[in-house]
């Protein structure tokens, strides 16, 4: 199971700065098992989102969102929603908002920071990988996540060995803080290009002691 | 306050040079280098494990140079250390009387001599700058307080000709917020590519200093064009070294940079040379460009 913490619902009220019409997306996967996500979760933060001055066009829930396949398929069925949204948030696993910001020509946002992975990893889609750092920026990407697309792991933008589209490392490799240019160009959101990153937490990528002394730890965690 | 922060903030032009550390402990190379530099540039850099290639380290050699009377551009990169190294190597050169510190991300570390290396990147280009900052202001990164704080000339690079132009200009934006105070570019040979360039950035009102490595015979060139990112020697300048005897190559070498600097010097705030050992023709560039 992945293991997530939510985002404080002032760190997400201003990551989805002017955008007032929201779809929200849950995974009744990992998230719901360890109580960050779920359909209960899921309406809490819509309330959450409405006394935050925003309108919730809509919310539906999928298992999984590793499952590119799935999360095109049901994500069809809700497209007169999402046209009138001005963007999503994704409450799952960092892969999941990538999934699902492949799939939609919205920003996505996360309303979750995924930090460990304990035991089962989910379906695995093809491109979208999640080194759960703790402190998921996706918001700030156009849902491409730097930190495992850009051989370098940069936070603040392309290196000077990006070139015609490809890393310095592998000629065919696709730079991934390009791939992020592209994608904030076409959201119109290339100003998140321009935002200064704080430096990495690393200790986020611990899972705290209060989440690893919890009996569904045990159960997923530890051999028995 | 170093020289070339006192040169650049009067708005006079500079010339920087540049020297890369040797493999090993042979400094000879390095003194006849340096050498051929006195008096000629205002200051010069000191490369930092460039291309990834395990050699002498660039504050050892810069503090080197500030004893014997050399203004260096001691140049810090992300990739091998962490943010506690950066920080001591940054403090650290302060305290022997290095004032100028370029900050850059680093090449991958399987572009150099140690692919299976682990690539650290803690930080990159843009924090490094801020990092620089907050030292100067007499904190480090955890917000605790220095016991004597650094004044640090801090300056960055970018690199005019890599394509798309547009997120280069972003990140150029990035670093002045980050508080680079100058720039010096990657290599360039040709002066609209600097223009186009420089009409983009002028409105942030930071010194550049246009970057050029000088050509040493044909196969070099070539070898730039296809592997480094943003470097394109035209067919022009090719066909002028290809056609040139091995005798008179440094004779041509001078006179391309020479000819190229005194294009580029109305366009920016100076010139960086990257003379890759080649110092002894440094003179003969500067008097070419009508800067002797």
Redesign the interface.
């Known amino acids: 199971m992945l293991v997530t913490e939510e985002k404080p619902i002032k760190e997400i009220l201003g990551a989805l700065e002017a955008d007032k019409k929201l779809f929200v997306v849950g995974c009744a996967g990992c998230p719901e098992g360890w109580e960050t996500g779920g359909p209960q979760k899921v309406a809490e933060l819509a309330d959450k989102l409405r006394a935050g001055g925003k309108e919730v066009v809509g919310t539906t829930m999928i298992d999984f969102l590793c499952n590119k396949a799935l999360v095109g398929l049901r994500l069809g069925r809700c497209i007169e929603a999402l046209k009138a949204a001005d963007a999503v948030l994704v409450v799952s696993c960092g892969i999941g908002v990538q999934a699902t910001a492949a799939m939609v020509d919205k920003p996505c946002h996360p309303a979750l920071n995924t930090i460990s992975s304990a035991g089962f990893q989910g379906l695995w889609p093809s491109s979208e990988r999640c080194q759960q750092c703790g402190e998921c920026v996706l918001s700030l990407t156009g849902g491409i996540c730097p930190i495992t697309t850009c051989?370098?792991?940069?936070?603040?933008?392309?290196?000077?060995?990006?070139?015609?589209g490809t890393c310095?490392?592998e000629k065919n490799r696709p730079c991934g803080?390009?791939l992020i240019?592209e994608r904030l160009k076409a959201l119109g959101k290339?100003d998140n290009?321009?935002k200064?990153?704080p430096?990495?937490n690393?200790g986020k990528m611990d899972v705290p002691l209060k989440h690893r002394s919890t009996i569904r730890w045990a159960l997923e965690a530890k051999e028995f | 306050m170093s020289r070339l922060q006192q040169e650049l903030e009067a708005g006079r032009f500079v010339v920087t040079g540049e020297v890369g550390p040797p493999k090993g402990i042979d400094t000879h190379e390095l003194d006849h280098e340096l050498e051929h530099l006195k008096g000629k540039v205002v200051a010069i850099n000191v490369t930092d494990i460039q291309s990834a290639v395990m050699r002498l380290g660039s504050l050892i050699v810069s503090e080197y140079m500030v004893r014997k009377g050399f203004e260096p551009v001691f140049q810090l990169t992300c990739?091998d250390r962490n943010?506690l190294a950066l920080q001591t190597e940054l403090i650290s050169a302060a305290w022997v009387g290095i004032e100028n510190v370029l900050c850059?991300?680093g090449?991958?570390q399987?572009?150099g001599d140690h692919r299976g290396a682990k690539?650290v990147?803690?930080?990159?280009?843009?924090?490094l700058l801020?990092t620089v900052n907050l030292l100067n202001s007499g904190k480090d990164?955890a917000g605790n307080a220095l016991a004597g704080a650094p004044k640090l000339f801090p300056g960055a690079?970018?690199?005019p000709g890599?394509?798309?132009m547009?997120?280069?200009i972003?990140?150029f934006?990035?670093k002045v917020?980050?508080g680079a105070k100058f720039f010096q570019t990657?290599a360039l040979y040709d002066p609209r590519q600097l223009e186009a360039f420089m009409k983009k950035v002028e409105q942030f009102k930071v010194p550049v200093m246009a970057g050029i490595v000088l050509l040493k015979n044909v196969g070099m060139a070539k070898f730039m064009n296809a592997n480094v990112?943003?470097v394109f020697v035209p067919e022009n300048i090719m066909k002028e070294i290809a056609g040139c005897p091995k005798k008179k190559l440094k004779q041509k070498s001078a006179e391309i940079g020479g000819r190229l600097v005194k294009e580029m010097k109305g366009m920016c705030q100076g010139i960086h040379l990257m003379p890759l050992g080649w110092t002894d023709i440094v003179p003969d560039v500067l008097g070419h460009a009508g800067l002797a």
């Open positions: 051989a370098k792991s940069l936070l603040n933008g392309s290196c000077g060995g990006s070139h015609e310095e490392v803080w390009f240019y290339l290009y321009k200064l990153q430096v990495r690393f | 990739r943010r850059l991300t090449d991958h399987v572009l690539g990147f803690d930080l990159d280009s843009v924090s801020q990164l690079v970018v690199a890599l394509e798309p547009e997120p280069q972003l990140k934006e990035k917020a980050a990657q990112a943003g």
